[in-house]
């Protein structure tokens, strides 16, 4: 079982940053895949970025370049970074955690309650 806080949502103004945290309960956190999903108003819940038990990350074509996704297994946290913020990424964000990696919301088995960003122009 684990649950999955996160934190640092906020209002930015377009081509800003901010730094979203996901703190998780559990001792088996480094065995995990950690994703963050995000769901826009009036849309469905897409992939943004996840990243491997090993490291590996993966990025939606929509965010790469801009958003980086980290781990930090001695703190069980899982970050993304987001810079060159867009209104478009107006979104409430979600982190998952899942065995194995995907970017794929139903192979997620736990989900974090989300946190609001919104994006000004």
């Known amino acids: 079982q684990v649950q999955l806080v996160e934190s640092g949502g906020g209002l930015v103004q377009a081509g800003g940053s901010l730094r979203l945290s996901c703190a998780a309960s559990g001792r088996t956190f480094s065995s995990y895949g950690l994703g963050w999903f995000r769901q826009g108003p009036g849309k469905d819940r897409e992939f943004v970025a996840a990243?491997?038990?090993?490291?590996?990350?993966y990025y939606a074509d929509s965010v790469k370049g801009r958003f980086t996704i980290s781990r930090d297994n001695a703190k069980n946290t899982v970050y993304l970074q987001m810079s060159s913020l867009k209104p478009e990424d107006t979104a409430v964000y979600y982190c998952a955690a899942t065995y194995g990696i995907s970017d794929y919301r139903s192979d997620y088995d736990y989900w974090g309650q989300g946190t609001q960003v919104t994006v000004s122009s």
């Open positions: 990243i491997s038990w090993s490291g590996g990350r």
